[in-house]
């Protein structure tokens, strides 16, 4: 017997049903494509990874001096390769095991003052090296133009501005003496110089013209606030004590890290800015109301416009962040911030580009649009004389002048060089690996990512006596050497056991609920540390250019250090199990 409405009933539940499956079949669409696409990404990272471990197990790079005392190093690189030797294996080994060690004793302090004592130790170590130098001035040539052109705004001499003042060529005394391009032709050359210049102004307004040693510890500062972004980028990742243990001491033992604020330029402070902006967009993630996501992530950007301003590279790591807020978007299905994001990113862009105009202003002159991005992968297409595949020349400077700043001619010169190259590799494929082998280990494989040459470019106040002079030319030199070619290639295996697990576990943990945050960290260091590579495979090669992107290593390398120790635990535990049993 039919009942009255049954029909209609019988046809709702049909209804719902179909509902169900279109809702679940909607749901395992929006998983399963990001969680692919993360999986992919995370893979071609490891991959990356892979190849600059083989790079640094058979392969290290070497600067050579001109003569045995300090500033006498040139960028001339020996690459060393071949089978590793006994000592370096077993370097290896012991330096991973005392990492794991000191991770578990770590782990069992409380987490809070793990970190305070991190960060005080971390700023401690710089000022310690940065007071062993004592630089009183610093003879980078763009730190020299840069702190050049500070001095003169901060005096108001700004005739010094005008194109008249020492032009190209100019024989006056007081131009032949500064050994420097004037102001007005160096920021022909790279207007993008500007913003950079901006921090120079800032920070010997506050402490004092032409005050080097300031300038470093402000960058000391930027690198300890750094690290405590690291630490909060590793709890994302899902660190355990264990984890966020091994994270403390792969930074703690980075030496590249600690010496990286003896640079004087504006490198580390845009790398910290930046990477604060893409970490404040990623609490966006964690938080339940609208509008306070929202002005989160806006802030967030503007941040990393602000960072970028300071080294236009960087601009990797805001479109990195960008593709974060994609995939975190398409895990918690919150599309007004992708919206937001991409609004807020395009104003960031906008902000980075002020400061040009900004100075343009102040001085009164207009400096041109410069050179070429295309000169960089020219210059990044070369093989200088005296310096590895890749690096700086002057075949940019040569293009400017000999077209007197014409830029569509600067470009076609460019853009004809780097057809010929491209050219050139694949009519033969063994030069080309040969250059961009060379080219790779000179930015990936050198121990200290430069920091040590940087630690010598300039007056000592001590004549570099003590410390610095034992660690750059003394005893001390070579072991330090030998310790950082070790710690460099532990960074790139336990990167690589991390990337394989994360890869490994991509799929159930995009199947965890309330997990965008993490989502969002994964896809940034991922797509950052791939941005860094593939960016500097083409662009004007120098290791310091590469170390900010080997640092977003770390906590991935801290995860893998997590794994391993999890993995020998476990072995325990079976084998007293199997004990127990017998």
């Not at 705004?153 to 050994?179: A, D, H, I, K």
């Not at 110089?193 to 300031?214: D, E, H, I």
């Not at 780097?418 to 000179?442: A, C, H, T």
Request: charged share 10%; aromatic share 14%.
């Amino acid at each position: 017997m039919i009942f009255p409405g049954s029909e209609k009933k019988g046809v709702y539940r049909v209804s719902e049903r179909s509902v169900k499956a279109m809702t679940k079949k909607s749901g395992t669409f929006w998983k399963k494509v990001p969680c692919s696409l993360t999986g992919l990404a995370l893979g071609l990272q490891s991959a990356v990874t892979a190849f600059l471990l083989f790079l640094s197990v058979f392969c290290t790079v070497f600067f050579q001096r001109s003569a045995p005392e300090v500033g006498n190093v040139t960028e001339k690189a020996e690459f060393c390769s071949g089978i590793p030797s006994a000592a370096f294996c077993l370097g290896t080994v012991a330096l991973l095991v005392i990492l794991a060690l000191l991770a578990v004793g770590i782990s069992r302090l409380p987490k809070r003052w793990v970190l305070f004592a991190l960060l005080i130790y971390v700023f401690t170590v710089q000022i310690i090296w940065l007071v062993a130098l004592g630089f009183t001035a610093y003879s980078y040539p763009d730190s020299q133009s840069l702190i050049d052109a500070a001095n003169i705004l901060l005096t108001g001499n700004l005739e010094q501005f005008s194109p008249g003042y020492c032009p190209p060529g100019s024989s006056e005394m007081v131009c032949v003496n500064r050994n420097l391009p004037s102001a007005y032709t160096y920021f022909t050359y790279y207007p993008f110089q500007s913003g950079p210049m901006l921090w120079y102004l800032l920070v010997f307004a506050l402490f004092g013209a032409k005050n080097v040693f300031a300038f470093q510890v402000v960058s000391a500062v930027a690198i300890t606030a750094l690290v405590a972004i690291l630490w909060r980028f590793g709890a994302s990742l899902g660190l355990n004590d264990a984890g966020q243990s091994a994270l403390v001491v792969l930074i703690a033992s980075c030496v590249p890290l600690l010496m990286f604020s003896a640079f004087v330029y504006p490198n580390a402070v845009g790398f910290f800015i930046t990477i604060a902006g893409a970490a404040v967009v990623s609490e966006a993630f964690r938080m339940k109301k609208v509008w306070t996501s929202a002005l989160v992530i806006v802030v967030g950007f503007m941040i990393c416009g602000i960072g970028i301003v300071f080294k236009s590279t960087y601009q990797i790591i805001l479109l990195a962040t960008i593709l974060a807020v994609l995939f975190a978007v398409l895990r918690n299905r919150r599309f007004w911030q992708m919206l937001v994001a991409f609004v807020s990113a395009a104003a960031a862009f906008v902000l980075s580009k002020m400061p040009v105009n900004l100075v343009q202003h102040w001085t009164g002159q207009d400096f041109g649009k410069g050179m070429p991005m295309i000169s960089w992968i020219a210059i990044g297409l070369g093989k200088p004389e005296n310096a590895p595949a890749g690096w700086w020349s002057r075949f940019a400077l040569e293009a400017f002048e000999a077209t007197n700043n014409d830029y569509e001619q600067q470009s076609q010169i460019s853009m004809d060089f780097v057809k010929g190259r491209l050219g050139e590799f694949i009519n033969n494929p063994s030069d080309g690996l040969r250059f961009f082998l060379e080219k790779i280990s000179s930015e990936w494989a050198e121990p200290t990512f430069m920091t040590s040459i940087y630690s010598e470019l300039g007056t000592s106040s001590n004549h570099f006596s003590g410390l610095a002079s034992f660690l750059l030319v003394g005893q001390g030199s070579g072991m330090l050497l030998k310790y950082e070619n070790v710690s460099q290639t532990v960074v790139y295996l336990t990167a690589l056991i991390g990337l394989v697990m994360l890869t490994c576990a991509i799929s159930r943990d995009w199947g965890e609920r309330g997990n965008a945050n993490r989502v969002f960290v994964e896809v940034l260091l991922c797509a950052s540390f791939l941005g860094g590579f593939l960016c500097y495979l083409l662009w004007e090669a120098k290791g310091i250019y590469t170390l900010p992107f080997y640092l977003l290593l770390l906590p991935m390398s801290a995860f893998g250090i997590q794994k391993c120790v999890l993995g020998v635990k476990k072995i325990q535990g079976l084998v007293s199990w199997k004990r127990a049993r017998l």
